[in-house]
C-alpha cells in the first residue's frame, strides 16, 4: 500500500513538472514568435494566450483550438529560425535594400574550405532569381554581417541549443537598436552550427530574411519557420522566387524599377491609380502581394510595403497581352489563375506556364464566355466564379464544379446589389469590388461589413 502510493506521487510530481516545462515553453514560444505579452504597455486590453495560440496554429495550418494539443506541442518543440512569425505594424516597412550589390562579410573557426563555399552559394541562390548580386567584404563594414555563435552571442537573442532555434536574421537595415553591442543598427544574420542540421539550408533561409522575407506558410517554401530536410538543389519554391521578385523585380529587371513610359496607348487616367473612381478588372493575392489588373495595365503592391509597382502586364508576364477579366490565387498549389474571356493562364512564381487553356477545363458550360470575377476561399477547398448575376463553386481539390450550381448572386449575397468586377479573399473576408467601391463581405453572417473606394488598396 505504502509503496503504490508512493509511486502515485512520484508520477504526480513529474506530471506537474512536465506541464510547468511546456506551459513556460509554451508561453515563451508565443511571446517570441507572436508577440504576446503579459502586460501591454500602452495599457491597451492585451490579447489572451489562447488568442495568441490561435494566431500560431492558424500560422502552421493546424486545428484552431486555442488549447495546447499534442499537434500544437509537436511544432513548438521543432527546431526553428529565431525571427518571429508576426511582425509589428512599425517594422512592417522599409525593410528592402535599395540597391542591388550588396557587400557580406563573416569571420568564422570553420575551415574556410567548407564555410566560403557554403556562404557563397546560399547568397547565389538568391543571386540566381534576382537582380541581386553580392561580393565579399574583408573590411569591417558590409551590407551583410554574417556571425556564427552560439547561446547567448551579444544580440539579446540567444540561441537555445538543439530543441530551440538554430540562426536568426534582421530585415534590411532594422538593425537591433542602440544596446552598444557589437551588432548595434547593422542587419545581422546570426547562424549556429547545430549537428544534424544542415547549415547551408539555415543560411540560405536566413538570408532570406536579410533581403527582406518574411515566414511562409507553404511548407515547401524555404522561409517555413520550422527546420526541414530539403534536397539542396532546387532550393527556392515557386512561391519564394515571386516573393524576391515582388521586392527587387525579375532577374532581367534593374533597380530601382522603371515604371512604363508615358505613351499613348494608355491614358494618364488609367495609369493614375488615385484618380477618382477607378475601378479594377480583377484583382487578386499572389504570394506576399496583391495584383490588380485594369484594362493591359497591373499595379503590384507588396503586402509590407508602401510603393506600389505597375505597367503594363506584358512587362512583367511577357505571354498576356490582353486585359484580366478575374483571377484569384491558389496558395496549396502557390499558384495564380488569371483568366481572360474564354481563357486562363497558370502563373507560379511570376512565370507564365505553358499556353492558355480554355475555362471550360473548370467545368463551365459552353455559354460561360467570360468570368466576372473570382476569389479562393483560404482554408476550404472552394473557388468562386462570379458571372454576371450568377456565381459558381469550384472544387479545387475534385476539380469540379460543385453540384447545384450556378446560383443567383442577390440570394446568397444579400447586400451586393451591383456586378461585381473583382473580388479577392484576404484576413478572413470576401472583398467584392463593384465598380469604384469595394465591399467587405462576411461570408458566414451573409452581410456587408464595410465598404471602401477600390483604390484604397493602393494607398489612395
Ligand atoms: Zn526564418
Ligand atoms: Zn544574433
Known amino acids: 500500500m505504502g509503496l503504490s502510493l508512493g509511486i502515485a506521487c512520484a508520477v504526480t510530481v513529474m506530471l506537474v513538472f512536465a506541464l510547468v516545462i511546456t506551459f513556460s515553453l509554451f508561453q515563451k514560444y508565443l511571446r517570441r514568435f507572436y508577440g504576446f505579452q503579459e502586460v501591454d504597455p500602452a495599457g491597451r486590453r492585451k490579447r489572451s494566450l489562447s488568442s495568441k495560440l490561435k494566431d500560431m496554429q492558424s500560422f502552421f495550418g493546424l486545428n484552431q483550438t486555442g488549447n495546447l494539443d499534442s499537434y500544437t506541442l509537436a511544432v513548438m518543440q521543432t527546431p526553428r529560425c529565431g525571427v518571429p512569425d508576426v511582425h509589428d505594424y512599425v517594422h512592417s516597412q522599409g525593410n528592402r535594400w535599395t540597391k542591388n550589390v550588396l557587400t557580406y562579410r563573416y569571420t568564422s573557426d570553420l575551415p574556410a574550405s567548407t564555410v566560403d563555399s557554403l556562404i557563397a552559394s546560399a547568397l547565389d541562390m538568391w543571386a540566381k532569381v534576382s537582380p541581386?548580386?553580392?561580393?565579399?567584404?574583408?573590411?569591417?563594414?558590409?551590407?551583410?554581417?554574417?556571425?556564427f555563435g552560439s547561446n547567448?552571442?551579444?544580440?539579446?537573442?540567444?540561441?537555445d541549443g538543439p530543441k530551440g532555434t538554430l540562426a536568426h536574421a534582421f530585415d534590411p537595415g532594422e538593425g537591433i537598436g542602440g544596446d552598444g553591442t557589437s551588432h548595434q543598427m547593422l542587419p545581422v544574420t546570426c547562424l549556429s552550427p547545430t549537428p544534424g542540421f544542415n547549415l547551408y539550408l539555415v543560411a540560405a533561409h536566413e538570408f532570406g530574411h536579410a533581403l527582406?522575407?518574411?515566414?511562409?506558410?507553404?511548407?515547401?517554401?524555404?522561409?517555413?519557420?520550422?527546420?526541414?530536410?530539403?534536397?539542396?538543389?532546387?532550393?527556392?519554391?515557386?512561391?519564394?522566387?515571386?516573393?524576391?521578385?515582388?521586392?527587387?523585380?525579375?532577374?532581367?529587371?534593374?533597380?530601382?524599377?522603371?515604371?512604363?513610359?508615358?505613351?499613348?496607348?494608355?491614358?494618364?487616367?488609367?495609369?493614375?491609380k488615385c484618380s477618382p473612381?477607378?475601378?479594377?478588372?480583377?484583382?487578386?493575392?499572389?504570394?506576399?502581394?496583391?495584383?490588380?489588373?485594369?484594362?493591359?495595365?497591373?499595379?503590384?503592391?507588396?503586402?509590407?510595403?508602401?510603393?506600389?509597382?505597375?505597367g503594363?502586364?506584358?512587362?512583367?508576364?511577357?505571354?498576356?497581352?490582353?486585359?484580366?477579366?478575374?483571377?484569384?490565387?491558389?496558395?496549396?498549389?502557390?499558384?495564380?489563375?488569371?483568366?481572360?474571356?474564354?481563357?486562363?493562364?497558370?502563373?507560379?512564381?511570376?512565370?507564365?506556364?505553358?499556353r492558355d487553356k480554355n475555362i471550360s477545363s473548370f467545368g463551365f458550360p459552353a455559354w460561360v464566355q467570360q468570368v466576372d470575377a473570382a476569389a479562393h476561399i483560404h482554408r476550404t477547398v472552394h473557388t468562386l466564379f462570379f458571372t454576371q448575376h450568377l456565381y459558381w463553386k469550384y472544387n479545387e481539390h475534385r476539380k469540379a464544379m460543385e453540384d447545384s450550381y450556378p446560383r443567383n448572386i442577390s440570394d446568397d449575397f444579400p447586400g451586393i446589389n451591383k456586378p461585381i468586377s473583382a473580388a479577392v479573399y484576404k484576413h478572413g473576408f470576401l472583398h467584392l469590388f463593384l465598380g469604384a467601391e469595394v465591399c467587405k463581405y462576411d461570408i458566414k453572417r451573409k452581410k456587408v461589413v464595410g465598404v471602401n473606394k477600390a483604390n484604397s488598396w493602393l494607398g489612395c
Open 312 to 354: 503594363p502586364i506584358y512587362n512583367f508576364m511577357p505571354k498576356i497581352s490582353s486585359k484580366i477579366d478575374a483571377a484569384y490565387w491558389l496558395p496549396q498549389r502557390s499558384a495564380a489563375y488569371l483568366i481572360s474571356g474564354s481563357s486562363y493562364w497558370t502563373v507560379k512564381g511570376s512565370q507564365v506556364k505553358g
Open 212 to 272: 527582406g522575407l518574411r515566414h511562409s506558410q507553404n511548407p515547401e517554401s524555404l522561409m517555413y519557420p520550422t527546420y526541414r530536410a530539403r534536397k539542396t538543389h532546387n532550393l527556392l519554391s515557386s512561391e519564394d522566387i515571386m516573393n524576391i521578385n515582388v521586392i527587387y523585380g525579375m532577374l532581367s529587371w534593374s533597380y530601382p524599377f522603371k515604371p512604363w513610359y508615358a505613351g499613348s496607348y494608355f491614358p494618364m487616367a488609367v495609369k493614375e
Open 152 to 159: 547567448e552571442h551579444g544580440d539579446s537573442f540567444p540561441f
Open 277 to 310: 473612381g477607378l475601378s479594377f478588372d480583377s484583382v487578386t493575392t499572389l504570394g506576399e502581394a496583391i495584383f490588380f489588373f485594369k484594362g493591359g495595365y497591373l499595379w503590384i503592391k507588396h503586402n509590407n510595403k508602401n510603393d506600389v509597382k505597375e
Open 132 to 147: 541581386l548580386r553580392f561580393i565579399r567584404s574583408f573590411s569591417q563594414q558590409a551590407d551583410i554581417m554574417v556571425e
